[in-house]
């Protein structure tokens, strides 16, 4: 019985202490409801089954229950728990409401995908046209209906430019847009997984997009009906992006049609990699910086403007008229540029400040962040899993949460001093802020893209200004004088401007150490970075400072994160394995001598290897003949044996068990008989249609592979085979 009642007494306590931290904190619930309502997002893309996600629902709902049932409302206990009943309540609540959001979302949304390969003749219904000349293509999505079953589907086709110039050239520019009807052959493919674990789902993205195969155009285009005439978001933006390119040349002039209208298609892939690693490459993507720019212009210029009429200004209170101005144009070139995700939060974000300053509230803070938030996740849960939401927030996150830290008030407080020093307070918080800024997205950054600028903050102090308050008033002014045919100087410095940007990344990308390599995180180590950070942001006093102890477990689980030995992608085609050379350095050794920038991008990435890989044929160690290459490798104080198929060549079956029995790993892209067993692996076809893509980390024995993070979500049929 006492060891009972101790029991009760440290629970009560605990129960007291965590009453009293929360009643004393000071924080913003609205923040944390929203990471709350995420959580509940990542919680069913993390687990595998129906079972498991209406297992997560009950619980978030017992939660709220217990502290229901625990702390009856208007008791003497529910006023001593009153902090703790209410977070257990709303935390229970809004988790599961995040698991049913996004699996309501997938239900409605998700597209089956097609079984299998095929070549069909297709007509379809255009429903939207993305012109990339970069790639001497444009891209269609179509929809179209099955032949067999009589089902309506959505596909996208890439057709080459070749074939659009015929089109046009007898329909007429513009023919062939939203709402034409076109028939063409077609090669169709389902939407691919993961090539290797850690690398890019289309698949996933596919789903929520409702499209059920991707393929390229066989044969000629046929125009069976020509867009219907009349207004449209779509010609519009094309138009737009085709005459900032007429008026500005060559890299810069794709740049500027990118910050216009949203078009990053003409961005070579040479400038788009320099603004990657340099860490840039956020100015490519409309959101925070170019929405802001939009609305402060248009604020700005609105309460000038109507400041000069003494009717208007005596009878209504003008930041209320200039933010309606500024909320126009916001949502006006939010739609032009394609309503992507960060142009939304954006617009939703910059919307609130409006609101705040025509209402005199403060204009920046975390409850904006967590409304912008809010509102993207009810409109598109499935974003929150993707590097465009995460990197989005994270950047606003750590700029409101620096913004309202003491010593950042205190240094940017105003006081009695020289101008020069004024300006430079402004520069260093500039650099600061990009350093903050930095250093929080790059644990996300290398979760998606295993690779990250380390000169970014340097690059940015210029880059942000420069595209703020010189690139993105030019082109605006160069689209309003050319409505007078006077833009011609307007649109020099807008070219002056964006190459000394595109010379900024270029030199920066450049520099020895510029890109570091990481190989897969684990979600462990993810995890522990993200509740680091938000507990550092969200919260206030003495306890944010907590949030650097898991931010600190994090690094070192990251620093300790071995490469993988072997990687074999979804298909055993592409092998890739990583080797010490004798300099010290690390290189990567490839099956094949593939001409698909997607392959070796992926396999060099995952293995965190920079130089370009080796074939596997040309190394000294490898015996290869036409069917097959051998390859012995030291790891873990053990030789390991590999055996990869180079080819489907057909060999004697007797001579091919002879072979892997000899063998500790055999790799093929094609069905093995049951007579091949080698003493480890044998990944062949039939594994890798269940298993997807693998990694292999030979020291320790582990074998991780693509299925692991799918479960039974529709988009991945591995669980199926």
Known sequence: MSSGGGDAGLASAALDRAERFLAEAGFDRAPWLAVVFASGILAWFALSDPWQWMGAIGGGILLALTALAVWPAGSAIADRRGHLRRAMIAVGLVFSAGIAVIWVRSEIVGAEPIDRPSI????????????????????????????????????????????????????????????????????????????????????????????????????????????????????VQRGLSAHVRARVEGSAGTIAAAFASGDRGAIDRADEEAMRDAGLTHLLSISGLHVSAVIAAAYLAALRVLALFPAIALRVRLPVLAAACGAIAGIGYTLLTGAEVPTVRSCVAALLVLVALAMGRDALSLRMVAAAAFA???????????????????????IVALSASGPVRAFLAPREEAWWRHAGRRVVMLFVTGLVIEIALMPIVLYHFHRAGLYGALANVVAIPLVTFVSMPMIALGLLLDLAGLGGPVWWLVQASLDLLLGIAHVTAAQPGAVKLMPQMGPLTIFLFTAGGLWLALWTGRARLWGLVPAAIATAMLLATPIPDVLIDREGRHVGITIETAQGGRRLLSLRDTRSEYSRDNLLELASVTADPIPLANWPGARCSRAFCVL??????????????????????????????????????????????????????????????????????????????????????????
């Open 120 to 235: 069909e003749r297709v007509q379809g219904y255009v429903l939207e046209r993305e012109d990339q000349p970069a790639e001497r293509r444009i891209r269609l999505t179509l929809a179209v209906r099955d032949a067999s079953t009589g089902q309506g589907r959505k596909i996208r086709v890439n057709v080459p430019a070749d074939a659009l110039a015929p089109v046009e050239a007898a329909a007429g520019e513009g023919a062939l847009a939203e709402g034409a009807v076109v028939r063409m052959r077609v090669r169709l493919m389902p939407p691919a997984s993961p090539m290797l674990p850690g690398a890019y789902d289309f698949a996933r993205t596919a789903w929520f997009s409702g499209l059920a195969a991707t393929g390229s155009m066989i044969g000629e285009l046929e125009l069976v009906e020509p867009a219907p005439g009349g207004f449209g978001i779509a010609p």
């Open 376 to 398: 993207v996740m009810l409109l598109w849960p499935e974003s929150v899993i993707g590097p465009s939401f995460q990197m989005s927030f994270c950047a606003v996150l750590a």
């Open 632 to 721: 012995r490798i030291e790891r873990g104080g053990r030789e390991w044996t590999l055996m990869m198929a180079r080819n489907r060549e057909w060999i004697e079956e007797d001579l091919l068990a002879e072979a892997c029995a000899a063998s500790d790993i055999v790799v093929a892209d094609r069905f093995l008989p049951r007579s091949c067993r080698p003493r480890w692996l044998k990944a062949d076809r039939k594994l890798l249609l269940r298993t997807g893509g693998l990694a292999l980390d030979l020291e320790r024995g582990r074998i991780t592979s693509v299925a692991e993070g799918q479960g039974e979500h529709g988009w991945w049929r591995g669980w199926r085979d």
